[in-house]
């Protein structure tokens, strides 16, 4: 089974020099779960950071899709991230646009067109329940709904690859049961997730393989 | 082509939702041009003006009394050969003192003995030879003929007439480079304050990658409308007063149909040059 994600010795420095990767080694298969957990404070949004090439490690190989990326390299790096679905943590919605402009927006990217478009957003908009949200700009949603908005951002364009911080912070339980449950039909469709979040036992997801990222390695 | 569209819609976008921001572009852009215009339409008016006196500059040989029909006839040979000259005519002393009565209304030389004016030939130069190098130079090879005993062309007048158009040209060229400089960083700033204002969605585009190229097009299309709509609207602008007020014995001179085409073109690439610099430095 090919690999969509595979860090090798991965190093990292953050810029007060403070070592937040060490020796990282982790991959995951296409169509599977991981789950990284661990405290806030152990900055694991650097580890998508580093997935989306925003900067390079200080060591080691990333290589997605089985290519090696490389960060220096805006094209490649640009390419790269139309494969990959974000949400939460740095992936927010744009906060003066509507929801339907939000989730638009990769669609443009793929270059279809507006009537596909429209058909897909509205689609996907109903499947989380967000259609009746549609002109809505993100300042009126709710913390699940801002969620389920980029979730639906994040799978519109099919990417391959989903990147979720916390998806499940600050939910009640109806939308966390809600977001769960999108989670699970996303892993069943066959979506590759690596899913960031404080603390694992929220999410109950099939397959999903739970990593503890502590003092920069994974346990 | 369905992403071109999306960036010609972002570009109004940014239009639309920064109205104010985009007219203070606008005007300060049209300010320049305008500027840049009437340092244009002078340079040229002057040019012509120039070029309407000097077309009348003659030079005429004056002859010495005693000269022989064969030491004319050396002469008027030698100023067949000499290049630039379109015309000349030989004036004979009652000529000259027919002119001067045609030129004063009165016979003053009358009550003299003898006609005290000279024979002369008045020499007419093509346009493009009507230099004061080129004048002094024809002065030079026709003094060697014998017989001539004065050569008068308005020398001094040309060299002032010279420097002053150097004077002009060079000024348009220094105005036109300040002008320049000045429109491409006012485009640069104006668009670096649109990228600002657009810096989450920037950043979140990015994030779903978009690439540096894509997100700078709606800037760079933002910088040349800033410069292309003020030079057209600058022009209509100046074309019109040039139409409706007339200065009398000064022709306005508006530029030619290419130098209009080059000047839009030179406009387009300070939009290109001030957005794309911009956005660059901003993304």
């Known amino acids: ?44 949004s650097s580890l998508v950071e580093l997935l989306i090439g925003s900067y390079a490690p200080d060591s080691g190989v990333v290589l997605l899709f089985e290519k090696k990326l490389n960060a220096k390299k805006e094209r490649e790096v640009a390419r790269i991230r139309r494969k990959i679905g974000g949400a939460g943590g740095i992936f927010s919605l744009i906060s003066y646009q509507s929801l339907y402009d939000n989730i638009n927006y990769p669609l443009i990217l793929k270059s279809e067109s507006a009537s596909s478009r429209k058909k897909k957003v509205l689609r996907i908009l109903a499947d989380y329940g967000l259609l009746g949200k549609k002109g809505e700009k993100p300042g009126g949603l709710s913390r699940g709904e801002k969620i389920l908005a980029l979730l639906a951002r994040a799978t519109i364009a099919d990417q391959p690859l989903l990147l979720i911080d916390e998806p499940m912070a600050g939910l009640d339980s109806d939308m966390a049961s809600k977001v769960t449950d999108i989670l699970k039909g996303l892993s069943i469709a066959g979506h590759s997730m690596l899913i960031l979040t404080t603390d694992g036992s929220a999410l109950r997801l099939p397959d999903a393989r739970e990593y503890v990222f502590e003092n920069g390695h994974l346990k | 082509m369905r992403k071109l569209f999306y960036l010609i819609y972002r570009f109004l976008i940014h239009l639309y939702k920064r109205p104010l921001p985009a007219i203070a572009s606008l005007l300060s852009m049209l300010l320049l041009f305008l500027m840049f215009d009437l340092v244009w339409i002078s340079s040229l008016s002057v040019d012509k003006y120039y070029d309407q006196v000097l077309a009348e500059v003659d030079m005429e040989i004056f002859l010495e009394d005693n000269l022989s029909d064969s ?87 040309l060299e002032k007439a010279e420097s002053n158009r150097l004077l002009v040209s060079r000024s348009v060229f220094v105005i036109g480079i300040v002008i320049f400089l000045a429109a491409v960083l006012n485009l640069l700033y104006s668009v670096r304050l649109s990228v600002k204002t657009y810096d989450e969605e920037l950043r979140q585009h990015r994030l779903l990658g978009a690439g540096k190229t894509f997100l700078s097009i709606p800037f760079i299309f933002e910088g040349i409308f800033y410069s292309l709509a003020a030079f057209v609207v600058g022009g209509l602008i100046i074309f019109y007063v040039v139409n409706n007020f007339t200065i009398r014995n000064f022709e306005v001179v508006l530029p030619s149909r290419i130098d209009i085409i080059s000047a839009c073109l030179a406009a387009l690439l300070v939009g290109t040059i001030g957005g794309y610099i911009g956005v660059r430095r901003s993304l």
């Open chain 1, 1 to 44: 089974m090919k690999h969509v994600i595979e860090l090798i010795d991965i190093s990292l420095t953050n810029k007060a020099g403070v070592k937040i990767i060490d020796g990282l080694n982790f991959s995951l298969q296409s169509g599977k779960t991981a789950l990284l957990c661990g405290p806030p404070s152990i900055k694991k």
């Open chain 2, 71 to 157: 030491m004319l006839t050396l002469i008027t040979d030698g100023l067949k050969d000499l290049k630039g000259i379109e015309s000349f005519e030989f004036i004979s002393k009652d000529d000259a003192r027919a002119r001067l009565h045609a030129l004063m209304g009165m016979d003053l030389l009358e009550g003299l003995d003898e006609n005290p004016l000279p024979k002369s030939i008045l020499i007419t130069f093509d346009r493009h030879f009507i230099t004061s190098r080129y004048l002094n130079n024809a002065e030079v090879s026709l003094r060697k003929f014998k017989g001539v005993s004065e050569i008068f062309y308005p020398r001094f007048w």
